[in-house]
């Protein structure tokens, strides 16, 4: 799929359909409208067409912050996110959307690049198995429109410079840790982490109200607590990662690395969600909690196994 598919103009179709109509008139998207800022916004995210699915990828390295001693190149990372939007009707905030995901994070080889499979801890020397981020679903928390709920015009986000568009989100997390309590051994007792992100791109791509994407620039910065799998059980520190990526033409456009890892261990991560997917977000830190419980329910089943055979 050719992000700059042209869309022909059809007033009357485009009205049935329910689709976005700036950009499907063919007339430049005006980010000082809420039409625009809602069509621009969908560009940078995902597409003007409703269920057309998307790709995004970067990649970066993920570094060390221990007080008192130099930070280290932990390893490399590389992502991947599938996602769709869908128009969303309301009497007074008119049309807008909602985005569905689900995204892939690959710890490498700091060296080699390969995919990693164990990592041993340079704190505490312990050889522990790699779990890599595979959170689905990552869907938008609330609908983007662009009037508030009063119906007053929202203020846009973007920012234009010259030929080239920016737009930037900081995003501070601080809440009781998901996987507290009985998995002290793994993380603190709160969840505090900061996540930046900056979009950019051709400013006439985005505006370009004959174009239903783009190819947008993504910078990723987040400052976190030491992952779970780490097994850092509180120690002093955290984590900084820093990325960079774009949207691509479609899965084809994936690393050979990216590609091989999903053909193998995750196949659903070709599509996005359904659009009227209902469920609870996943990150990193429920996505390990459930595998921890599942490798631990697993444990207990064959303890109660043996204990069976040994009372016989």
């Known amino acids: 799929m050719n992000p700059t598919t042209r869309i022909q103009p059809l007033r009357l179709i485009a009205l049935a359909l329910g689709l976005s109509a700036p950009a499907l008139w063919g007339a430049p998207i005006d980010l000082a409208t809420p039409e625009g800022h809602v069509a621009a916004m969908r560009k940078v995210q995902c597409s003007l067409k409703d269920k057309q699915p998307m790709f995004y990828t970067w990649k970066g390295s993920a570094y060390s912050r221990v007080t008192g001693e130099r930070d280290r190149l ?183 690395t990216m590609r091989a890892e999903i053909e193998s261990s995750y196949s659903i991560y070709k599509n996005p969600p359904p659009t009227n997917d209902k469920r609870p977000n996943e990150t990193s830190w429920t996505y390990f909690k459930k595998k921890l419980d599942e490798q631990q329910g697993k444990g207990k089943k064959s303890k109660k196994r043996r204990g069976r055979k040994r009372s016989r």
């Open 74 to 256: 932990l390893f490399k990372v590389e992502g991947m996110n599938v996602r769709q939007c869908v128009t969303v009707r309301d009497r007074v905030r008119g049309n807008g959307y909602r985005m569905v995901s689900r995204e892939i994070m690959l710890y490498l080889d700091p060296e080699t690049g390969e995919v990693m499979r164990q990592w041993e801890n340079p704190w505490t020397g312990e050889t522990i198995e790699v779990m890599h981020v595979a959170n689905d679903p990552v869907n938008s928390r609330a609908p983007i429109f662009g009037r508030d709920k009063d119906g007053n015009p929202v203020k846009t986000p973007f920012e234009i410079r010259g030929d080239k568009f920016f737009l930037d989100f900081v995003i501070p997390l601080y809440y009781p840790n998901p996987i507290g309590g009985d998995y002290q051994p793994y993380a603190g007792n709160f969840y505090h982490s900061t996540e930046m992100f900056n979009f950019s791109g051709q400013a006439d791509a985005l505006l370009d109200g004959d174009t239903d994407t783009m190819i947008s620039i993504i910078s990723w910065t987040r400052l976190a607590p030491w992952l779970p799998w780490m097994k850092m059980s509180g120690r002093d520190g955290l984590m900084y990662f820093n990325a960079t990526g774009r949207m691509l033409g479609g899965y084809d456009e994936l690393s050979e």
